[in-house]
Nanobody
C-alpha cells in the first residue's frame, strides 16, 4: 500500500555532486520523520541524514557541511543534495519514512529499495 522510490543515484567523480530523491506514494495518511541511510560493502547500514515533518535536520558527522536533506511535504518527497562527494560516500542509499498509512493508522517505518551511489577517485 505504501511505496518509497529512490532516484538520482549514479556514478560521479570525487568532488562532484548528486541529488537523490525519494517519493512516497500509496495509502498515506501522514508522514513524520524521513531519512537517508547508506550501506557500503562490508559495513553496516548507517544514518546519513534525517528530517522531521517540521524541517529539523540531523546529519552524520561524516557528511556535515557537504550534504543537505530537505523535503517537500506537498509532494511526499525527501531529497538529499550531496556535494563534494568522496569515494567513501560510495554505497547503496536507502530512503526511510516514518509514516501513518490509511491501512494501519499507526506510525511505522517504510523503506525504499535503495539507489546506488558510486564515487570514483
Amino acid at each position: 500500500q505504501v511505496q518509497l522510490v529512490e532516484s538520482g543515484g549514479g556514478l560521479v567523480q570525487a568532488g562532484g555532486s548528486l541529488r537523490l530523491s525519494c517519493a512516497a506514494s500509496g495509502s498515506i495518511f501522514s508522514i513524520n520523520d524521513m531519512g537517508w541511510y547508506r550501506q557500503a560493502p562490508g559495513k553496516q547500514r548507517e544514518l546519513v541524514a534525517a528530517i522531521t515533518s517540521g524541517g529539523t535536520t540531523n546529519y552524520a558527522d561524516s557528511v556535515k557541511g557537504r550534504f543537505t536533506i530537505s523535503r517537500d511535504n506537498a509532494k511526499n518527497t525527501v531529497y538529499l543534495q550531496m556535494n563534494s562527494l568522496k569515494p567513501e560516500d560510495t554505497g547503496v542509499y536507502y530512503c526511510k519514512a516514518d509514516l501513518v498509512s490509511t491501512r494501519y493508522y499507526y506510525a511505522m517505518d517504510y523503506w525504499g529499495k535503495g539507489t546506488l551511489v558510486t564515487v570514483s577517485s
